[in-house]
DNA sequence: CGTTGTGAAATGATTCACAGCT
DNA sequence: AGCTGTGAATCATTTCACAACG
């Protein structure tokens, strides 16, 4: 039951580029990385990369750098890529489809245990290999199946009311699509908002700036 | 030419979330709001509003607030959402459509202009009402559309290859969808990375944290 | 050598607190 | 009264710089 006095957010998302870097260009075995050749890779320096490993435990050696596939294991235990995570999948229309058409998600260890839909014409159909279930039987089956994360892919009108089933169902994170923000107490929440990115694009090139991850 | 010294980040993000909230819930003529029910709708305090306001020039009233349509007015034009973007989708396969059914776009000013797929078999084929072109008229046709924006929903091995044919096309923004770091010399990026977003959420299970904005 | 680990300094963002306007 | 605008203070994050190590 320990817990870190909690890793700063900018971390946190570094941790999964470092990752998939890692696991990209670094998985040979024995391979050193250095934190200079991680951050050059990420547009970041090498400090950077240094503190960021450092908070969370992670130890290079001197002259040498990081032992490459120690350090991508530490960082999946860290970040919790190490275990299978069980997730349901809330609306089936275009967007809950193509989540799930997206095979990356099987990689990283998110099973689909469940998908719902509130169309009586959509439940019944069978989704990239799910029978989608009606929206009544989402209590039972989070419970029933263990499903710790679920994805809102509903319309923003719905999806309050899908999360507080979610949460109540005991469900631990939600991966939000829906444009508004939920309220999901004692669960972590991340949001995914394609118009808020989109705006902030066009924003970005109005005042002819560069780069920024969202 | 003139530029002002580059808005934060973060002020950005947010713009666009008190935008989302005028237009949700203070859309009536004539009606004002006040820096902290702004503030409460989006978990910030009072003072951020005001200074993110301030900083790019929108004045509210002294024992009134501001008035929301103007607001919603300043905020369209620096989000540069009160113009029209075309925009080139790259890529036709799950997530190339869903972003294209997902009506929500049309609202905001963002008009399909055109579809690419490197696949002979989807090319020609008509998806949410767009032919689908052939890659290799990705040049000629975004001169000839004056298309601005692309989304890259490719794999990740083709994204950059991608990306440089659009930049060279003068495309002068690009959402990325590809999990990669794409370079883009003189072009705006945002990157919408769903892997990323789940390992970020599932470390903050793993550490019983709370909600954070990806 | 090259590279890590880490205090100290610098930068950036948020909150506080209050003068001043309506 | 209620609310904005903003300098000053606090908090967070990044970068610098260098001693210590293999």
């Known amino acids: 039951m320990s817990s870190k006095s909690s890793i700063p ?9 470092y990752l998939r870097e890692l696991e990209a260009r670094f998985s040979e075995d024995g391979q050193t990385v250095s934190s200079q050749q991680l951050g050059r890779a990420l547009g970041i320096t090498d400090a950077q ?11 290079g ?5 990081y032992k490459a596939n120690e350090l991508a294991h530490g960082l999946r235990q860290i970040l919790g890529t190490d275990r299978a995570w069980r997730v349901a999948v809330v609306g ?10 997206y095979g990356r998600f099987g990689d990283k260890g998110f099973d689909v245990a469940a998908v719902f839909d509130a169309d009586p014409k959509v439940v019944g159909t ?8 009606p929206l009544q039987d989402l209590e039972s089956l989070v419970a029933e199946r263990g499903i710790q994360v679920g994805i809102v892919a509903t319309p923003a009108d719905a999806a309050q009311q899908v999360t507080d089933r979610l949460v109540r169902s ?3 994170g939600i991966l939000n699509f829906a444009p508004i923000r939920l309220n999901a107490d004692g669960c972590s929440i991340v949001d995914v908002d394609l118009t808020l990115s989109l705006e902030q694009l066009v924003c970005q090139v109005s005042l002819g700036l560069n780069r920024d991850s969202a």
């Open 49 to 59: 990369v240094r503190k960021d490993l450092a908070f969370v435990g992670q130890t």
């Open 61 to 65: 050696h001197p002259g040498i750098g």
């Open 92 to 101: 089936a229309g275009k967007l809950g489809r193509a989540l799930m058409g």
């Open 126 to 133: 069978t989704v990239a290999g799910h029978r989608v279930r």
């Open 170 to 172: 005991g469900v631990r």
């Open 9 to 17: 957010a900018p971390t946190v998302k570094r941790l999964s580029l």
